[in-house]
T-cell receptor, first 117, second 110 residues
Framework: GAVVSQHPSRVICKSGTSVKIECRSL??????MFWYRQFPKQSLMLMAT?????????EQGVEKDKFLINHASLTLSTLTVTSAHPEDSSFYIC?????????????FGPGTRLLVL | GQNIDQPTEMTATEGAIVQINCTYQ??????LFWYQQHAGEAPTFLSY????GLEEKGRFSSFLSRSKGYSYLLLKELQMKDSASYLC???????????FGKGTKLSVKP
């Protein structure tokens, strides 16, 4: 149980284009989903907290107009990297917690590797 | 403020036992988590402690002392596949936010 999927697993795009990444909880409902970014040999950095039906909460330094988050249902959150640049190349990982669960364990998706040329 | 410290790297021998320590400082505490992350992959959940003491799960055990702001992950009967980064994280808030340490890269040698 508690499986989270991400799509795509890997994407290469040209500078200036937008890329959408989907995060789905497959066997549970997730009121809250989290989006992280991880650069090589560095720790996970939280970008934003996404709540179903409301606006995401962005961490300091993360541009909300560049990283658009939509959490339209209890099983799906999307992250759109708008006008991507080479410095946005990174490993993007989502996670989700089970709605109503007493133990707020985050279950991670497999990640999306973005390369912007 | 919130801060988590864990060793950057550790090396151990196949079949041995290794203990990875983690200390934390936080203004709000909602559990201590350990995750395993293999290179190029996303983290996978290993253990969760909210009360003091030892939680055992197969070859992996995790310990917590809230008064000392201290936790450790104990790996027994090490296998080569245990070579990975081990992330200590503490939870805070009502939504399950996590603050991650930088991870300990464990190398298991034959």
């Amino acid at each position: 149980g508690a499986v989270v999927s991400q799509h795509p697993s890997r994407v290469i795009c040209k500078s200036g284009t937008s890329v959408k990444i989907e995060c789905r909880s497959l066997d549970f409902q997730a009121t809250t989903m989290f989006w992280y970014r991880q650069f090589p040999k560095q720790s996970l950095m939280l970008m934003a907290t996404s709540n179903e039906g409301s606006k995401a909460t962005y961490e300091q330094g993360v541009e909300k107009d560049k990283f658009l988050i939509n959490h339209a249902s209890l099983t799906l959150s999307t992250l759109t990297v708008t006008s991507a640049h080479p410095e946005d190349s990174s490993f993007y990982i989502c996670s989700a917690t089970i709605s109503g669960g007493a133990m707020k364990t985050q279950y991670f998706g497999p990640g999306t590797r973005l390369l912007v040329l | 403020g919130q801060n988590i410290d864990q060793p950057t790297e550790m090396t151990a021998t196949e079949g041995a036992i290794v203990q990875i320590n983690c200390t934390y400082q936080t203004s709000g505490f909602n559990g201590l988590f350990w995750y395993q992350q293999h290179a190029g992959e996303a983290p996978t959940f290993l253990s969760y402690n909210v009360l003091d003491g030892l939680e055992e799960k197969g070859r992996f055990s995790s310990f917590l002392s809230r008064s000392k702001g201290y936790s450790y992950l104990l790996l027994k009967e090490l296998q080569m596949k245990d070579s990975a980064s081990y992330l200590c994280a503490h939870g805070w808030g009502s939504q399950g936010n996590l603050i991650f340490g930088k991870g300990t890269k464990l190398s298991v040698k034959p």
